[in-house]
């Protein structure tokens, strides 16, 4: 999608402060943190919403959910971490591209 931000992100047309990349995702500190440690997994291949994930492609959000919780320590979240996944307007999403909020770094409020 040539007008979505987070594919200009995944092609280095946009600077993103990247703390993880391989060939399927991305994770890059969030511009506009709301915790003390706001990051963004997305995956590298354009996808609006959850439920644009097909049967090839559902085990992806599984590997992203994997990698974060490998990385947790790296990520300086090793006293704990939420993730948020915004889907659609009523819930706040922004940006069109799927991504999942990574936060942590503090203790978090709920609610
Ligand atoms: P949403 O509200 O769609 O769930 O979240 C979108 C997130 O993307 C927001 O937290 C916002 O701060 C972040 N964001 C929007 N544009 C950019 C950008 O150009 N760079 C980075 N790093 N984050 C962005
Ligand atoms: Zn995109």
């Known amino acids: 999608m040539n007008d979505c931000i987070f594919c200009k992100i995944v092609k280095g047309e946009i600077p993103s ?3 993880y990349e391989d060939e399927e995702m991305l994770i890059f500190k969030d ?3 709301i ?3 706001h990051l963004l997994c997305i995956p590298k ?3 609006a919403y959850l439920s644009e994930l097909n049967d ?3 085990a992806l959000l ?3 959910i994997e990698k974060i919780a490998s990385l ?3 990520l300086g979240l090793k006293d704990g971490y ?3 996944v915004n889907q659609g307007d009523s819930a706040g999403q922004t940006v069109k591209h799927l991504h999942i909020h990574i936060l942590g770094g503090e203790t978090l409020p709920w609610g």
Do not use: N, S, T
């Open 31 to 33: 511009i506009a943190p």
């Open 45 to 47: 291949e354009h996808f």
């Open 17 to 19: 402060q990247k703390v």
């Open 35 to 37: 915790a003390k440690i």
């Open 56 to 58: 090839g492609r559902r």
């Open 72 to 74: 947790q320590a790296e």
């Open 62 to 64: 599984g590997r992203m």
């Open 82 to 84: 939420r993730l948020v």
